[in-house]
Nanobody
Framework: QVRLQESGPGLVKPSQTLSLTCTVSGGDITSTGYAWSWIRQAPGKGLEWMALVAYGGDTYYSPRLVSRTQISRETSKNQFSLRMTSVTPEDTAVYYC???????????WGQGTQVTVSS
């Protein structure tokens, strides 16, 4: 059973940098065919895909967020992370990490972590 667990600060001040980490167990983030992603959901809005790191290390970003986000991974810890700069209150959301599986779907999700941007 693959499990993902997000961790990070619950509160970030405007203009600061948000850093989140996803710890994966029960699966290897370098396993061929899989990719690992960050997705968020702001209050009253739908899911927004943010970024993805593939098993080989290639990264992909939402065009809307590419200038402010960076996804990275630490294979020795089986973790991947998201860094978002210059946050605003509009970045307030529940942030999820998820696995993109070989069926072309996000098949495993973390429980989500609430991030609030406020002074």
């Amino acid at each position: 059973q693959v499990r993902l667990q997000e961790s990070g600060p619950g509160l970030v001040k405007p203009s600061q940098t948000l850093s989140l980490t996803c710890t994966v167990s029960g699966g290897d983030i370098t396993s061929t065919g899989y990719a690992w992603s960050w997705i968020r959901q702001a209050p009253g809005k739908g899911l927004e895909w943010m970024a993805l790191v593939a098993y080989g290390g290639d990264t992909y970003y939402s065009p809307r967020l590419v200038s402010r986000t960076q996804i990275s991974r630490e294979t020795s810890k089986n973790q991947f992370s998201l860094r978002m700069t210059s946050v605003t209150p509009e970045d307030t959301a529940v942030y999820y990490c998820a696995r993109y599986g070989t069926t072309g779907e996000f098949d495993y999700w973390g429980q989500g972590t609430q991030v609030t941007v406020s002074s």
